[in-house]
């Protein structure tokens, strides 16, 4: 999860950040324009989530975001899932 301090409107860090990692990103935003979420998710984001929000549905998000499915493996990375 990333939450962006600094207004990055070009995305430049989630570029910057998908040009190294396919880790999941989901951005943390007071900005509720629909023009920012799609930049984010066009930016790299995998989801985007508006404040306020509520911790089952920021966890139910981050379920989502390392299913098996969505998870790419890096090398030195290890996941680990328990069901």
């Known amino acids: 999860m990333t939450r962006v301090l600094v207004v990055d409107d070009d995305g430049q860090i989630?570029?910057?950040?998908?040009g190294w990692t396919q880790v999941p990103i989901i951005v943390l935003s007071g900005r509720t324009d629909a023009g920012d979420e799609v930049d984010a998710l066009d930016a790299g984001a995998d989801d985007f989530v508006t404040k306020p929000f509520g911790m089952a549905e920021l966890l139910a998000r981050v379920r989502a975001a390392v299913r098996p499915q969505h998870l790419i493996t890096e090398p030195g990375m290890g996941y680990r899932f328990e069901g």
Not at 14 to 18: D, F, K, V, Y
């Open 14 to 18: 989630l570029r910057a950040l998908r």
